[in-house]
């Protein structure tokens, strides 16, 4: 089958129900997505599916055939960093830094359907993605830097 992946096309022989984290880790190289719960459940995994938030790690490969997944290598361009992924940086966000990835996925996915979002739509769009360090308000605070607000 072939997967869009981070604008590139890649054809990968693979069980239809292989999980699409497994895939992008083992067949594809792209590691930035952890596995966390193997569950959906803390959101380590995150990626976008035409530009949707979803966990990598119980989604079906066959699922996503044919449609345009980004994963967290496929946020920086041209070797500089995003503009999201400087303000995680700049307010010192991560302790761990294992929920990253899946972190910055999702506030890209929100800050792309709203961009100036309130701490509410924040809270609400992170929902899916656990921080074991408890590092929230941080969170909160760079994607509104991110944001401009």
């Excluded at 890649?10 to 952890?34: I, Q």
Aim: aromatic share 4%; glycine share 8%; with cysteine.
């Amino acid at each position: 089958m072939v997967l869009h992946v981070n604008g590139e096309k890649h054809e990968v022989a693979v069980e239809p129900d292989v999980a699409l984290l497994t895939v992008l880790r083992d067949h594809l190289d792209l590691t930035g997505s952890k596995y966390g719960c193997g569950e959906g459940a803390c959101g380590a995994c995150t990626v976008l599916i035409n530009g949707n938030t979803a966990h990598s790690c119980n989604t079906p490969v066959s699922s996503v055939a044919g449609k345009e997944i980004i994963t967290i290598e496929g946020v920086e361009k041209s070797e500089k960093l995003a503009a999201l992924q400087k303000a995680f940086m700049a307010t010192d966000v991560f302790q761990c830094s294992y929920c990253a990835s899946g972190m910055i996925m999702a506030a890209a996915a929100l800050l792309k359907k709203n961009p100036a979002p309130s701490e509410e739509a924040i809270a609400q769009a992170m929902n899916g993605n656990i921080c074991r360090c408890g590092t929230y308000p941080y969170i909160i605070k760079a994607i509104k830097l991110a944001s401009g607000l």
